[in-house]
């Protein structure tokens, strides 16, 4: 490996009881593509918090450079060239490109005028050193979250970045963004500049990765060159089990949703499918295929132009989600951290916001015990890693939030649940849970939809696949089992490039 850059030694950090990191070892190399993988809560985003001066460690030493930085703090950290993008980005929406890549590094230079002329010129010349061309003058707001990314790591180039830290930063965008952003990594790479990837993708974890570091419960598991893992190695090595999915068998029911005809301008047309009992119904497409936009106009989110809903025969008319709940629909939306959960509220609140009407008794008074029952089962069921519901969702790690908000929307009991990308951000081993979850909700009766643009994650699950483009469903795969991840990406209209990967 090359000269050390980065190399943290014996970290341990405790919340409130809770030992999050436990003696962890990290070592990076200048130029290098480290990956850091763990279960959900393992300790992955509080390592890098600890490195970004945000979290102050109970013990253990920071070495940058050679040299130990003792009690690090942010600024401290980013005059090291420690770089590091959290998933919400922290760009300011309504400024321009120019301003959010190159603002920073001005208000730093202590001049008391700013030029605008040097703003736009460090801007562009960031944007170069990676390929890219973004329009400076746009605001950040109506950028994609791919572009918006691009923006971040330019920002952090302006402030002399040796090591860029990006924390789950592929579970928001698509496989083609996904490609281009390792696109920008290599250069970075090219150009000397380490990188610290987290992700709970391991084929994209294949894709990049030089080394590998494994932690698991907050403690260091060892470091492998990518080379000699694969796939099945490093899930063991992560949650210490093998996991295997089993297919699902649909027997076949009544049409319990009926979609006829949907249609709203610019985003989708002619969208009609039947929906049967226990049938896990799978719809996949890139992005601006109308997936997302037709899953919101059945939960009440986007009011189509045109088209009709039946449930069990019956025509229904929803106009706003309190409609579709009260139809017994339900909704996991993808973007939930920010749509679908209450951060400052307790776990066990968020779990039971959307059920209170039914936990109410008679008399509408309500019925602690039951509602403390409630809450408990969910945490239970979910695996939801907390000592109690009682604590803010926020002070969960980011797939356990995530959890959470799954847990709210099955506590409805709906009869048709439409999921929207139900294992984003979730690790390899609670993915397997959570899909044997909706399997077996769909055995007892559930109808669900599950849409997804992981191709392993809906054939392993769905037994019927509408493939969306352009706003239509341009092929149904009536029967997923024997087909293949290749023959549904062709269908998708996107080459091979997941199973191409080097594993
Ligand atoms: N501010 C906090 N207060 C209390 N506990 C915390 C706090 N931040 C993290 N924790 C706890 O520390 C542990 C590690 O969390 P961390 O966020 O580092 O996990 P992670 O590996 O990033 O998980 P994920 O893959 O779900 O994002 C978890 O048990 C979490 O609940
Ligand atoms: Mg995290």
Request: aromatic share 4%; proline share 3%.
């Amino acid at each position: 490996m090359a000269a050390l850059f980065l190399e943290v030694k014996n970290i341990t950090k405790t919340f409130e009881g809770v030992k999050a990191l436990n003696n962890v070892d990290m070592a990076i190399g200048r130029g290098e593509i480290h990956c850091l993988v763990g279960e959900n809560g393992s300790g992955k985003s509080t390592l890098i918090k600890i490195i970004g001066g945000v979290h102050r460690p109970d013990s253990g030493t920071i070495t940058i450079n050679g040299a130990e930085i003792k009690n690090i703090n942010t600024i401290e950290s980013i005059r090291q060239g420690v770089q590091i993008i959290y998933q919400d980005l922290s760009l300011f929406p309504n400024m321009t490109v120019a301003e959010n890549i190159a603002m920073n590094q001005m208000l730093e230079s202590n001049s008391r005028v700013i030029n605008w002329r040097r703003v736009r010129q460090e801007a562009k010349k960031a944007l170069e050193t990676i390929g890219e061309a973004i329009d400076l003058n746009e605001r950040v707001e109506n950028l994609s979250i791919a572009r918006k990314q691009i923006v971040a790591i330019s920002r952090a180039l302006t402030q002399n970045a040796k090591l860029i830290i990006m924390d789950e930063a592929t579970s928001a965008i698509t496989r083609d963004e996904v490609e281009h952003l390792f696109e920008v990594i290599a250069k970075l790479r090219n150009k000397g500049i380490a990188v610290l990837f987290v992700s709970h993708k391991l084929n994209e974890v294949f894709e990049i990765a030089q080394r590998v570091t494994i932690i698991k419960d907050g403690k260091k598991i060892g470091v492998y060159p990518a080379s000699e893992l694969n796939n099945d190695k490093m899930v063991f090595l992560m949650t210490g089990q093998n996991f295997r999915a089993e297919p699902y068998r649909f027997a076949g029911g009544e049409p319990v949703l009926s979609v006829r005809g949907f249609a709203k301008a610019g985003q989708f047309s002619d969208i009609s499918f039947d929906l049967r009992k226990g049938e896990i119904l799978g719809i996949t497409g890139l992005i601006g295929s109308g997936r997302t936009e037709t899953a919101l106009s059945l939960f009440g989110l986007n009011r189509p132009d045109a088209g009709e809903i039946r449930l069990n025969g019956k025509p229904v008319i929803i106009r706003f989600p309190q409609d579709a709940i009260a139809a017994g629909i339900a909704y996991l939306p993808e973007d939930r951290l920010t749509q679908g959960l209450f951060a400052e509220q307790s776990i066990g609140n968020n779990i039971v916001i959307t059920v209170l009407d039914r936990l109410l008794n008679r008399l509408k008074v309500l019925a602690r015990g039951k509602l403390e029952t409630e809450k408990n089962a969910w945490v239970k069921k979910l695996a939801i890693k907390t000592l109690t519901h009682r604590v803010p969702a926020s002070s969960l790690s980011g797939g356990n939030q995530q959890r959470v908000v799954i847990a709210k929307w099955l506590a409805t009991r709906p009869a048709v649940f439409i999921l929207d990308g139900p294992t984003i951000g979730i690790d390899i081993g609670s993915k397997y849970h959570i899909h044997e979850i909706i399997r077996d909700l769909a055995r007892n009766g559930m109808s669900i939809i599950m849409i997804s643009d992981e191709i392993p994650e809906i054939l392993d699950n769905c037994n019927r696949v509408l493939v969306m483009a352009g706003g239509r469903i341009v092929k149904e795969i009536p029967d997923t089992s024997g087909v293949s991840e290749a023959e549904v990406l062709d269908l998708i209209g996107r080459k091979n490039s997941v199973t191409g990967a080097a594993v």
